[in-house]
């Protein structure tokens, strides 16, 4: 009766006088058998976080020991479920407990009854190194579950190999021996979550994730294997780019953490998502998406887990070989849990009362992004999109700061432009993407040969209106040079008619790159057309007076992202009005 | 198992301490016994050992370490639960203080709730009509939303809730059950006689539950006083099938409450000495709203907090708007002006409103012409900038006329009467004659069919 509890404070127990647990152990708590890990162990105290509500606990019940570090079990059945923080099916909890979580429920991150019809890919007397795969099932209709020799085992030799058929996930796939151990595996296997999966190497980054929104494939685009941030005050709309972002961009599989958000986006997401159709495979978004959900009023120590429990998921796919996208939904409210945590273990608090290891664990967890060959020897890339939601708006914030270190793609939201209702609100001029050069070769074979550069000569004309924009707002636009008036129709022609994007219109809410180009292009024609005009001697009334610019801004609605061939009577247009202009 | 402590260890603000104790829950709640035959009620905060460390809901001034007797009851804090209590007046810890006795309860409800499975909820679709053009039209209220009104000292938030109350109506009438749950935390004696004036001569007293917490009652209860009003709303909405409209005010004194509480526990504080867990603490009241699977009723929030200094950026209106579906905000010109009810159109903003208006719900057109309105009033505060600088006479025509449209704005559409119940139809109408003094080619946020069916040719001059 050694291991008994001592102390309670909210979350955080203490034990006194034992040795029996080591560092972040994960622990059954009391008679509920509460959830917990070991954050702290000294020769007086063991320290434990409870992943769940403490209320109710007593001094003096027992905790139990599991002698493996949190973990959670991989497995085919994890696409289209939707988990909390510590990987606990929360569809399969509502059945079971009703509609509110229950503290103590012990459901199998994995349906053990459900069974898949595999293919083994293994026979008996093969050598089969970690990682390699062995067998094969359909999870979803989109995502094909590969079962891999766990990275712990590093070279065995396959004893037994069950025929092709359907099995449970919990049911004998190979025997193998391993160094003379016999071990069995199944088409599941565990990982802890605080430890990243190992990977044969990395690779470089060359490949833009494309999402359909204008602003982030042309402005700012992130990296298949990158990592961006997207830190906005309340109401700029981090959430809904991350709903978008998650339902159109051409990763293989989403992995989507709602960490300390509201329950009513999580359902949101369920029903949006189970109705969506994918425009590259014909199925629903579903079919290819894992949401974990903390909501905020779930226990905050389960918020901290919930970000590893994401990861962990995401690498296990990255290792069968696809691409993943991780929408972290926020980390601000992760990085708050660990200021609590910290707060109730009384630790020495650095700035703003954050822990002074909070950019060192923000490192660790950007970090396992990336483009990598796997040790099953295909390619596979995660990629983290992690949403910051900076107090007041201050983007000086620690947790703001410290993220901006780490991520090499930024997409300012602003608050100006929010409340103007231009949505994306994603501030062209404080965002930025480190990711650009890297592109080149990517765009011109995919894309077109003139991409980038008139990515630039957009990017000049905006850079030119925020100048002469400091003009107007002293003296108005009126005593500005006929030339610079272009440069601000322009310019505003790029800003409604380019990057606001509508996500509720059915054409606006997705647009391929090429037809991203076109709109630029058709832009820039207008704008060349207008200056030669000009310096012809055209009057600029005359020329904004032709309503092209008008029409430019409408273009995205009324050109069809099937119809790439409107941009050509665009294109003559412009040449025909604006060439028969009279000085 | 009625093992009575004699003494205390230690009293630090609302706090207590006992040493000797065993078989105590955490969270349980107390009884203390004063010497004088009263009982106040506490609940175990920390424990360390046979150490317990108890809240005192009632305040500590009194105690001393001899003369009180402690028993643990073995249970959270509950209150009594039933329909009866539509009509009652209870204080901030859930006791009537109406005079009317006790309630005669159907069931114990654990005022602390649980977090509802995101996967039982379901996503609040249908508004709620509040007869204010505004509101309506701009930052449209949906059953299950949460929907603060941030404001200031000596605004009109607490008129305008009272109106909305007054005119809250479900869209669509389906004999389904609508009443308020009212909660009042840290409020002056007026304010909640106010209240309760409002609601009687409106009629409405026998649909609304009120609990109110004055500003000289003790600190921790009201700390409980939103939990008591949402456990009581949450079984009339999803045992009872009621809509329930919560009206919790004013959020700032909770917060405050909270402050002070952690400050006496000795925690590390946070932003403006608040302390770190503010967010989760009041997501665990904000989230209490919704709507779920297998219930037809609904809990509404309306939170109302008075920023301090008027700043939005302070930590209680910020961590609330990262919370909330959106805000209501209040401006301080608009409202000097005479502007009732003058509310911040640019900052407010409702987030679940794009899947409970339009074709359906409200009218086809009602997306596109609050966009319209929101933009075009964003360029109004542009044009207002520069005429500050250059003089009215020097802006150029379209900037003239975005300056007219401001001032119709303001007055036309954001003012209106305190007991002025305007319909949909009335609103969007309305908008459209305002959306018609501009000039076409404004309107960039609608199509031109959409244009050509409801624009006036000849307002604009």
């Known amino acids: ?583 | 198992m009625n093992i009575q402590y004699a003494g205390l260890a230690d009293v630090n603000g609302p706090l207590v301490a006992l040493e000797g104790v065993s078989g105590v829950a955490y969270e349980e709640i107390a009884e203390l016994h004063l010497e004088d035959g009263t009982r106040r009620l506490g609940r175990v905060v920390q424990m360390e050992g046979d150490k317990v460390i108890l809240q005192v809901f009632e305040g500590t001034s009194g105690l001393s370490l001899d003369n009180t007797r402690t028993v643990f009851t073995g249970k959270p804090l509950e209150i009594p639960l039933s329909t009866e209590m539509l009509g009652r007046v209870f204080n901030g810890a859930g006791k009537p203080a109406d005079g009317l006795g006790d309630v005669f309860a159907e069931k114990f409800g654990d005022i602390n709730g649980r977090a509802l499975n995101p996967v039982a909820r379901s996503y609040p679709r249908n508004y709620i009509h509040t007869g204010i053009s505004s509101i309506d039209c701009l930052m449209t209220l949906i059953r299950g939303q949460k929907l603060p009104i941030f404001s200031g000292s000596g605004l009109s938030h607490n008129k305008l809730a009272v109106q909305i109350v007054k005119q809250a109506r479900i869209a669509e009438e389906n004999g389904q059950d609508f009443a308020v749950v009212f909660a009042a935390m840290g409020v002056q004696n007026d304010v909640a006689d106010y209240f309760r004036r409002e609601f009687e001569q409106a009629g409405a007293s026998g649909r609304v539950v009120m609990f109110i917490n004055l500003s000289n009652d003790p600190i921790i209860e009201r700390i409980l006083t939103p939990k008591c009003a949402l456990t009581t709303a949450e079984y009339l909405a999803f045992e009872k099938n009621m809509h329930i409209l919560v009206v919790m005010t004013d959020i700032t004194s909770y917060a405050e409450a909270l402050r002070e509480f952690s400050s006496s526990k000795g925690e590390i504080p946070g932003r403006k000495g608040y302390p770190g867990y503010l967010y989760s603490d009041l997501a665990s009241m904000y989230e209490r709203a919704g709507v779920i699977e297998g219930s037809t009723g609904s809990v509404t929030q309306i939170p109302i907090l008075t920023m301090p200094n008027d700043d939005i950026t302070h930590p209680i209106p910020d961590l609330t708007a990262y919370i909330t579906e959106g805000q209501i905000v209040f401006d301080r010109t608009l409202d000097s002006e005479g502007v009732y009810p003058g509310l911040s159109v640019l900052l407010s903003l409702s987030r679940l409103m794009k899947d409970g208006i339009g074709e359906g719900y409200t009218r086809a057109d009602h997306s596109d012409v609050a966009n319209q309105l929101f933009a075009a009033y964003a360029k109004v505060q542009d044009a207002r900038s520069l005429a500050s600088v250059i003089g009215e006479d020097e802006l150029s025509p379209t900037d003239k006329k975005y300056m007219v449209f401001g001032t119709e704005f303001e007055q036309r559409f954001l003012k209106q009467g305190a007991n002025e119940n305007r319909s949909m139809e009335e609103t969007l109408e309305l908008a459209w004659d305002l959306l018609s003094l501009l000039p076409k080619s404004e309107l960039d946020r609608m199509n031109a069919k959409l244009i050509e069916e409801h624009y006036r040719e000849n307002i604009a001059g």
Not at chain 1, 235 to 245: A, E, P, V
Not at chain 1, 301 to 325: F, H, V
Not at chain 1, 464 to 487: A, F, R
Not at chain 1, 528 to 541: I, N
Request: negative net charge; aromatic residues 8%; charged residues 25%.
């Open chain 1, 1 to 583: 009766m050694n291991n008994t509890i001592y102390a309670i404070n909210g979350p955080v127990i203490k034990l006194r006088d034992t040795k029996d647990f080591a560092m972040r152990e994960m622990v059954y708590v009391g008679k509920k058998h509460l959830i917990g890990e070991v954050i702290g162990v000294s020769d007086k105290f063991t320290t434990i976080q409870v992943y769940e509500n403490t209320a109710g606990l007593k001094i003096g019940e027992e905790v139990e020991g599991t002698g493996s570090p949190m973990s959670v079990t991989l497995g085919p059945g994890i696409i289209s479920a939707i988990f909390d923080g510590i990987a606990r099916p929360l569809t399969d909890m509502r059945k079971t407990d009703g509609v509110y979580v229950t503290e103590g429920s012990d459901i199998p991150t994995i349906d053990p009854e459900r069974s898949f019809d595999v293919k083994v890919l293994a026979k008996t007397g093969d050598e089969l190194s970690a990682g390699q795969i062995y067998a094969e099932c359909r999870e979803s209709p989109l995502i094909i579950n590969r079962a891999m020799v766990p990275p712990t085992i590093k070279k065995c030799i396959v004893t037994y190999a069950a025929p092709d058929g359907s099995y449970k996930v919990n049911d004998t796939i190979l025997k193998v021996d391993a160094d003379g151990e016999e071990i069995v595996l199944t088409l599941c296997q565990k990982w802890p979550i605080r430890t990243p999966r190992p990977v044969a190497n990395r690779i470089t980054i060359n490949t833009p994730l494309i999402t359909g929104q204008r602003i982030l494939d042309s402005i700012v685009p992130v990296a298949k294997g990158g990592t961006a941030a997207i830190p906005g005050g309340f109401g700029t709309g981090k959430t809904m780019t991350q709903h978008q972002i998650a339902k159109w961009c051409d990763a293989d599989i989403i992995v989507y953490i709602g960490c300390g958000e509201r329950g009513n986006e999580m359902t949101q997401v369920l029903e949006e998502f189970s109705e969506l159709i994918d425009p590259k495979s014909g199925n629903h978004l579903t079919d290819r998406t894992v949401l974990i959900a903390n909501t905020s009023n779930m226990p905050v120590a389960a918020r901290e887990a919930s970000i590893y429990t994401g990861i962990t998921i995401a690498e296990y796919y990255r290792d069968m070989g696809y691409d993943i996208a991780i929408m972290a939904d926020s980390t601000s409210r992760w990085a708050e849990a660990l200021r609590e945590i910290s707060g109730r273990l009384e630790e020495m608090p650095a700035e703003e009362g954050y822990p002074a290891y909070l950019p060192s664990r923000l490192a660790e967890f950007y970090e396992r992004a990336g483009n990598c060959n796997t040790l099953s020897g295909n390619r596979g890339s995660v990629t983290i999109i992690g949403a910051v939601s900076p107090a007041g708006s201050d983007f000086s914030e620690p947790v703001t700061q410290n993220t901006k270190r780490f991520v090499r793609c930024f997409m300012a939201l602003d608050k100006p432009l929010a409340y103007a209702r231009h949505y994306p609100a994603i501030n062209w001029l404080t965002s930025y993407s480190e990711y650009i050069p890297e592109f080149a070769e990517f765009y011109e074979k995919n894309v077109g040969e003139d991409f980038l550069d008139v990515r630039q000569e957009i990017c000049n004309i905006l850079l030119e209106e925020s100048k002469l924009m400091e003009i107007v707002k002293l003296i108005g636009s009126d005593v500005l040079p006929d030339d610079q008036k272009i440069v601000l129709e322009t310019a505003k022609v790029v800003r409604v008619g380019f990057l606001q994007q509508n996500a509720f219109h059915k054409d606006d809410t997705y647009v391929p790159m090429s037809k991203q180009l076109l709109m630029m292009r058709v832009i820039l024609r207008l704008y060349h057309a207008s200056t030669d005009a000009l310096k012809r001697g055209a009057a600029v009334s005359d020329i904004i007076g032709t309503g092209l610019f008008d029409k430019l801004m409408k273009m995205k609605y009324d050109i069809p992202n099937d119809k790439p061939e409107m941009f050509d009577d665009y294109s003559r247009e412009i040449d025909e009005t604006i060439g028969a202009l009279k000085e």
